[in-house]
């Protein structure tokens, strides 16, 4: 079957990519230590989200676009490397606050959901990924239902797995052991976003090459 081919060829890349530490996984391991687990999986289905909407738009041509319109490559990259180096700024002197181990903040302050598509959004590096892996198996005559199927499977692979994750870094035992760690933990993830937002920026003049 050759439509099994070309999910071997996405999956087999695109899965370990999914589980390399990143901007997404900074966001759910924050939302949910610092929120609980119902933050923790609204991040997680905004980031699943966000991944989605890349894949699609990968797929219809966004690839081709930025090829073509340099330019926009460049607005993209230094929007997302804005975003992501000023949430890392606010984690980074955020105040230190009370780890609620038994009840999830309900505080309206925030939107997990639109947190965690925001950040996934933010961060062009996703499409430059999307692009490459269909690139290597995707072309012209692929059925339109592989094309769907590849995107349903992305974010169906997604919200797994930051499930997961969410479910880990909110569960008792875990929030116990790391209480007096939250407000370090926030520090390294501010951290982390400001040298990812960074990257971009420094980056944001890189050709964009098909």
């Known amino acids: 079957m050759e439509w099994l081919g070309i999910f071997i060829a996405v999956f087999a890349i695109f899965l370990p990519a999914l589980m390399l530490p990143g901007p997404d996984f900074i966001a759910v391991v924050r939302s949910s230590m610092a929120r609980g687990t119902r933050a923790g999986l609204l991040t997680t289905a905004g980031v699943a989200l966000g991944l989605g909407v890349y894949a699609t738009l990968s797929l219809v041509g966004l690839s081709a676009l930025l090829v073509e319109y340099q330019w926009l ?39 997990p959901m639109l947190f965690g598509f925001l950040v996934t959004m933010t961060n062009p590096k996703a499409i430059v990924l999307f692009a490459s892996v269909f690139a290597t198996a995707v072309t012209a005559e692929t059925p339109a239902w592989v094309l769907v199927a590849m995107v349903v499977l992305v974010v169906a692979a997604a919200a797994v797995w930051y499930t997961l994750v969410a479910l880990f ?27 990812i937002g960074g990257r971009l920026l420094a980056d944001a003049r890189t050709p964009v090459t098909p």
């Not at 939250?182 to 400001?194: D, L, M, S």
């Open 73 to 111: 490559a460049i607005v993209l990259r230094v929007a997302g490397g804005l975003y992501l180096a000023w949430l890392g700024l606010k984690l980074l002197f955020a105040r230190p606050e009370a780890l609620e181990i038994d009840a999830a903040d309900s505080s309206p302050r925030r939107n």
């Open 169 to 195: 870094m909110s569960s008792g035992p875990v929030l116990r052991r790391f209480a007096g760690l939250q407000h370090w933990i926030e520090r390294v993830a501010g951290a982390c976003f400001i040298a």
